[in-house]
Antibody
């Protein structure tokens, strides 16, 4: 059974960097058949995919156009986890953030969610 | 504004059959499979239907999905009170982005 355990601060100041981590159990971040995503949800924007990282003989990442200039999703194979860094945050980045595994084109396992508020 | 269009709300009485639509375009639903998620209050979305019409293990056969052209539908038959939740459709866009519907809140009257 795959489990995704999220961690990170729930409060970030405007203009600073939002950092979250998703620890994986029951699968490998280096799996050749999975991708590892960050997705957020807010009342104003609904569910919004932010990006993913995956390994297919080498590492790849894809990002949503809306955040491409200020996002990084990175895998840490030594800890079997992946992380999200979102720079220069504003109150519009306030949302519930989820990590999720994609397998065969669908997101079958999700983290528990982390509510991140951007406020001074 | 979500890329995929869903009705904001739907409702039905216990035992009824309800359907939820999801409309897209040739660059998303028209070119890839559709997944559906159920989100109960205070929880993460849960995969309900994948590859247009497949149910993960443990999902009752009361839930079914279909796709035609650039639209997809989720049907729930024999509606039960525990089906009251938000439902989201999702697929991949030609720009390699995951796209979601705006969600439909299902109320069991």
């Amino acid at each position: 059974q795959v489990q995704l355990q999220q961690s990170g601060p729930g409060l970030v100041k405007p203009s600073q960097t939002l950092s979250l981590t998703c620890a994986i159990s029951g699968d490998s971040v280096s799996s050749n058949s999975a991708a590892w995503n960050w997705i957020r949800q807010s009342p104003s924007r609904g569910l919004e995919w932010l990006g993913r990282t995956y390994y297919r003989s080498k590492w790849y990442d894809d990002y949503a156009v809306s955040v491409k200039s200020r996002i990084a999703i990175k895998a840490d194979t030594s800890k079997n986890q992946f992380s999200l860094q979102l720079n220069s945050v504003t109150p519009e980045d306030t949302a519930m953030y989820y990590c999720a595994r994609t397998h065969s084109g669908y997101d079958d396992y999700w983290g528990q969610g982390t509510l991140v508020t951007v406020s001074s | 504004q979500s890329v995929l269009t869903q009705p904001p709300s739907a409702s039905g009485t216990p035992g009824q059959r309800v359907t939820i639509s999801c409309s897209g375009s040739s660059s998303n639903i028209g070119r890839d499979t559709v997944n559906w998620y159920q989100q109960l209050p205070g929880t993460a979305p849960k995969l309900l239907i994948y590859s247009n019409n497949q149910r993960p293990s443990g999902v009752p056969d009361r839930f079914s999905g279909s796709k035609s052209g650039t639209s997809a539908s989720l049907a729930i038959s024999g509606l039960q009170s525990e089906d009251e939740a938000d439902y989201y459709c999702a697929t991949w866009d030609a720009s390699l982005m995951r796209v979601f519907g705006g969600g439909t809140r299902l109320t069991v009257l």
